[in-house]
Nanobody, 115 residues
Framework: QVRLVESGGGLVQAGGSLRLSCAAS????????VGWYRQAPGKQRELVAN???????NYADSVKGRFTISRENTKNTVYLQMNSLKPEDTAVYFC?????????WGQGTQVTVSS
């Protein structure tokens, strides 16, 4: 059974930093594209960043230069380092793991940035 468990969310002031972690189980983690999405109230879920098995990364324009995604295959974990946070980064952040037809989601972790 596939399971993705996020941690590291919380409340932070604008300009601050948070590091999200997502631990995966039940999959061959190293071959999956893993990433982070977010959903703010009243808005659609959007891609924040992802990282393919080979290590190449992709970022939403709104977070480029502020967020960094990384993965540690030996720990089946993907991270999202978020710096220079803004109030508009406030959302529920979801971990995603995808490979061919397989698509798994975590339960989400709340990130709130106060102004």
């Amino acid at each position: 059974q596939v399971r993705l468990v996020e941690s590291g969310g919380g409340l932070v002031q604008a300009g601050g930093s948070l590091r999200l972690s997502c631990a995966a189980s039940g999959i061959l983690f190293s071959i999956y594209t893993v990433g982070w999405y977010r959903q703010a109230p009243g808005k659609q879920r959007e891609l924040v960043a992802n990282i393919i098995s080979g290590g190449s990364t992709n970022y939403a324009d709104s977070v480029k230069g502020r967020f960094t995604i990384s993965r540690e295959n030996t720990k089946n974990t993907v991270y999202l380092q978020m710096n220079s946070l803004k109030p508009e980064d406030t959302a529920v952040y979801f971990c995603n793991a995808r490979h061919l037809i397989h698509d798994a989601w975590g339960q989400g972790t709340q990130v709130t940035v106060s102004s």
